[in-house]
């Protein structure tokens, strides 16, 4: 999957499933979170504290990648759904981010929707 690929549907967009320990940085602190999956337009976050709040403002500081802003839009039983704060320039170097991310992990398949 290409780049350009990634960034054809803003709605819809591959989401790959990942294991990946990263900091969770908000204004009430950094918490140590576990990517489970990402995609072009958010991740999930698995933890099992209660961390944030929708509409929290978070940081995932990825350690070798940089820094991935975003907001949290929901909770789910373990963890937390945020969607990426990004401009059409910083998603085209997000989707790189991510395909580096699913490289790492070693996992070729997707989830759908």
Known sequence: MSVDDLTVNARR?????????????????EQRVTVR???????AIATDKALF?????VELQVEGHGNISGRVV??????YA????????EKRELAEEI???????GKKAYLEG
Do not use: C, W
């Open 74 to 79: 929901r909770q789910f039983q373990g963890g």
């Open 99 to 105: 395909e580096k991310f699913r490289a790492m992990a």
């Open 13 to 29: 967009h591959a989401r790959y499933q990942l294991d990946m320990p990263v900091h969770a940085v908000t204004d009430g602190g």
């Open 37 to 43: 999956d990402i995609s072009l337009s958010g991740a």
């Open 53 to 57: 709040t929708n509409d929290d403002f």
């Open 82 to 89: 945020m969607a990426f704060d990004e401009d059409s320039a």
